[in-house]
Structures are given as structure tokens and as C-alpha cells.
């Protein structure tokens, strides 16, 4: 039997139950990817995903940046956790967040401008974050439009917001994130059977049941409430299209595996604490991604203004960031600069975890882009200047990596809009005000 045959034969293996489409799929072969395992057979290209990773209380200027610009041959004693990996990231210094004035709120400022393209004028925000506009673009066809977690047990710590101020809080337990991807309602993408789950069937019926009813509401109220309504309704709607989602048999992918259950564990802003719980937080959103769960996440690894400790030591990263003085003789702030060597360390492992899943003819993290950004430049006097910023990943072939870009002064959105236009966003310019770009960083972009 051909291939061609053989995707015909699987394409009929389908029929009707309660209403609701049911598919019988075939296990994974290898003819389900083209012949040199670039794109599925049909064609269509292997899923691209999005990360962003956060680390709080920035890093010291001139101990992280790379010595020139272009290729990376040797990385700031900061970022040596790196260097084994530096072949696969791109570091941006010399970037900034420009605030035009408008007052800085410590430890959101940075990290909030950076990820709306604004600068917010309260401590609250009017726009959705780079992950949600993303999510819009290449997170509506998977189960899950995004997955948050967090390596400090904080649910709190997360910094994706969508439209209105409305923040997706993060999964602090990785038994938890366990059993939200691979509990009950996980439909094995290889699997030869499908079942559409008898719960997910009634939560449909019941979101049809109310299309009547929201609609003639919008159609009573005035025109205030129904701006109000269509933004709820929109989130409804994403609900119901994820519901549809898992009534489909998904296709099936070579590099999805489930793993064992990660079972109960610590979870805290103690050092060694947190860099397991990042261990093992990658390795599940690892299976998600590779499972096409999701294709955006959301990774905290210290929030802004880090809690971050050493074990016995009631000092935390943010009380060394604002009380130990800067070493006349080093010319840095040494415990300071060990949280901050430690965090980077933890964003290896990230970037090793995904890259350590094959997926055609590459790895997973070939196939993402992850943008990983901080709060702050120099945190003893909280500048937002020369804000580290990096990214990881070849985004399906569209990023070059292994590449050091000095921004002299640019707004650090420059990397948003390129990130975006590297996942096929057809987005020409992102910002307001000086944060406002059009300039994609070119000499990243393949």
C-alpha cells in the first residue's frame, strides 16, 4: 500500500457518535512525516512553538555580555552556565526600556513593558502580553492555548496577562501539571483507538445549550455592557473551541511519550529547591509540547524581585541585591552574582531539556522559540538600562542561534517583534510610544 494510499485509508476511518466526531487513528508510522522528516506527509510543517522564561533581578552589566558582537565565542562569567549551550541561544545587550516619563513601579515596570510593548502607567496593565497574542496565532488548535508554571511554588508568580488585566496564574506543582496534561482526559495522539470522554461531551452540550440565551443578552444591554460581554464571551468561545479539540482524535506525533508521574515533591524558594523543581517543570512542558498539549508556555523560574535563597539562609537574592555592598576589589556584588549565575544555569537546563527530544529531523527545541527576559538591568539601583534579554531555539528554521546582538540603546521590544515575525506573525511594528519598533533584528532571522 502507497503512502498516499495509506493517509486516504486513515482519513475514512471516521464516523459519528452522539453528534460528536469520532476518528480511529492508525499508531504512528514513518510515513506520516515527509521523506526527509521536515514536515508531516500531507505537507503541512511540523508545529512551532513559543516559551518565555523568566528570572528576576537582572544581572551585572559587563559580567554577562558576550566581548563583541556577532558569532558567541565566549560568554560573560554570568552566563557560563551557558556556555555549553551558547551554540543554540542569541543574547541582546545593550537594550533598554524606555518610559517616557511616566513613573517607574519597581519590579513591574521592567518586565511588564517588556512584554506588552508599553509602558504601564499604573501597576496595572491594559494590554495582553507577547505569550497571549502568540497563543492567538499558533495556540487555537491544541488542547491547552497555553500552559504557566512556576519553580517556586509561588501560583502568583506569573507574567502572562490577558486583554483587561486578567493574569493566567501559574501551576506551582509538578504532580499537579502532571495531572492536568496526563490525567484522565489525555487523548494519546498514537494511540490506535479513540474514545471521546463522556464528561467532555456533556461540557459541550452544556456551552451549546447557552448560544441562545448569550446572544439575546448582547442584544438587551446597552452598549458599555456589550463591550463587557464580547470580551467574556470571546474567552467562552476559546473554551468552547478547546472542548471541540478533545472530542477529535489528534494526530498522531513521533516524539510524544508519556511520562512517569514526578509524585509529590517540595516545592520552594530554596536554591536547590527551585532548580529541581525547574528540572522537572521542563521536562513535562517538554512531553506537552512534544504531545501538541500546547504549543505556548509559560516558565517562571524566580519572580520579579526575587525570593530566591540559599539553604539555611534566611537572606533572600532581592535583601543581597539591595544590602550587600558592591566588592571594591571584584567590582560586583558576589553573593548577587551567584543567584544570578545559578538562575542561568537553570535556563540551560531548560534549553537542554527540550533539545533532547528528537522530532524529525531535528530536536524539540529547534522547533521553539523561547524568549527568556528579567525585571531589571542592574538590580541595586533598579535600572532599565541595558536589560538582559535572550532567546533559545530556531523557531522551525526561522532564527539563526549562537549570535550576540548589541542593541545601543534600542527599546528591548525590537526582540518581541522579531520573535513574533519569526513564529509567522504578520505583525510589522509592536509598541507605543518609544517602545514602539518596526526594526526586526535582522541579523537573527533566517
Known amino acids: 500500500m502507497s503512502r498516499k494510499e495509506l493517509l486516504t485509508r486513515r482519513g475514512m476511518l471516521q464516523g459519528m457518535l452522539a453528534g460528536s466526531a469520532v476518528y480511529v487513528g492508525l499508531p504512528f508510522l514513518e510515513c506520516f512525516l515527509n521523506n526527509s522528516g521536515t514536515a508531516l506527509a500531507n505537507g503541512m510543517p511540523l508545529p512551532t512553538r513559543f516559551g518565555t522564561w523568566f528570572w528576576g533581578l537582572g544581572l551585572h552589566s559587563g559580567r554577562w555580555e558576550p566581548q563583541k558582537a556577532g558569532k558567541i565565542e565566549q560568554l560573560g562569567p554570568e552566563l557560563a552556565g551557558l556556555e555549553r549551550v551558547k551554540d543554540k541561544i542569541n543574547v541582546y545587550s545593550m537594550m533598554k526600556v524606555h518610559t517616557d516619563g511616566r513613573p517607574v513601579f519597581v519590579?513591574?515596570?521592567?518586565?511588564?513593558?517588556?512584554?506588552?510593548?508599553?509602558?504601564?502607567?499604573?501597576?496595572?496593565?491594559?494590554?495582553?502580553?507577547?505569550?497571549?497574542?502568540?497563543?492567538?496565532?499558533?495556540?487555537?488548535?491544541?488542547?491547552?492555548?497555553?500552559?504557566?508554571?512556576?519553580?517556586?511554588?509561588?501560583a502568583k508568580a506569573s507574567y502572562s496577562f490577558k486583554a483587561g488585566n486578567v493574569q493566567q496564574t501559574s501551576e506551582a506543582s509538578p504532580a499537579q501539571v502532571y495531572a492536568r496534561l496526563f490525567g484522565p482526559e489525555f487523548r494519546d495522539p498514537n494511540s490506535a483507538t479513540f474514545t471521546p470522554d463522556p464528561k467532555v461531551m456533556a461540557e459541550q452540550s452544556v456551552l451549546s445549550a447557552i448560544t441562545d440565551q448569550r446572544l439575546g443578552l448582547t442584544r438587551q444591554v446597552g452598549a458599555a455592557d456589550r463591550a463587557r460581554l464580547d470580551e467574556y464571551f470571546t474567552s467562552l468561545r476559546?473554551?468552547?473551541?478547546?472542548?471541540?479539540?478533545?472530542?477529535?482524535?489528534?494526530?498522531?506525533?513521533?516524539?510524544?511519550?508519556?511520562?512517569?508521574?514526578?509524585?509529590?515533591?517540595?516545592?520552594?524558594?530554596?536554591?536547590?529547591?527551585?532548580?529541581?523543581?525547574?528540572?522537572?517543570m521542563a521536562g513535562l512542558l517538554a512531553h506537552a509540547l512534544a504531545c501538541d498539549q500546547t504549543r505556548v508556555f509559560n516558565m517562571v523560574f524566580s519572580e520579579a524581585g526575587s525570593a530566591l535563597r540559599r539553604p539555611g539562609n534566611p537572606m533572600t537574592h532581592h535583601i543581597y541585591s539591595h544590602e550587600e555592598s558592591v566588592d571594591e576589589q571584584l567590582g560586583y556584588q558576589p553573593n548577587v552574582s551567584w543567584f544570578s549565575t545559578r538562575s542561568m544555569e537553570a535556563f540551560a537546563t531548560v534549553i537542554e531539556t527540550l533539545d533532547g527530544v528528537k522530532e524529525g529531523d531535528g530536536t524539540l527545541l529547534d522547533h521553539t522559540l523561547l524568549l527568556a527576559s528579567t525585571d531589571t538591568g542592574f538590580a541595586k539601583v533598579h535600572s532599565l538600562e541595558n536589560m538582559p534579554?535572550?532567546?533559545?531555539?530556531?523557531?522551525?528554521?526561522?532564527?539563526?542561534?549562537?549570535?550576540?546582538?548589541?542593541?545601543?540603546?534600542?527599546?528591548?521590544?525590537?526582540?518581541?517583534?522579531?520573535?513574533?515575525?519569526?513564529l509567522g506573525m504578520s505583525l510589522s511594528s509592536w509598541g507605543t510610544g518609544s517602545m514602539q519598533t518596526s526594526k526586526t533584528i535582522g541579523e537573527v532571522l533566517v
Open 238 to 280: 476559546q473554551v468552547e473551541q478547546q472542548v471541540e479539540l478533545q472530542l477529535q482524535k489528534p494526530a498522531p506525533l513521533e516524539a510524544c511519550s508519556v511520562p512517569p508521574p514526578p509524585g509529590e515533591m517540595p516545592v520552594g524558594t530554596e536554591i536547590e529547591t527551585a532548580m529541581h523543581t525547574n528540572k522537572i
Open 107 to 154: 519590579h513591574f515596570t521592567g518586565n511588564m513593558s517588556q512584554l506588552t510593548g508599553t509602558v504601564p502607567k499604573t501597576n496595572t496593565l491594559a494590554l495582553p502580553t507577547i505569550d497571549a497574542l502568540v497563543a492567538d496565532a499558533i495556540g487555537t488548535s491544541t488542547r491547552f492555548r497555553s500552559l504557566e508554571v512556576t519553580a517556586t511554588g509561588n
Open 389 to 422: 534579554v535572550l532567546t533559545a531555539g530556531r523557531a522551525g528554521g526561522r532564527m539563526k542561534t549562537g549570535i550576540h546582538v548589541i542593541g545601543r540603546g534600542d527599546p528591548t521590544t525590537r526582540v518581541g517583534l522579531t520573535a513574533m515575525q519569526a
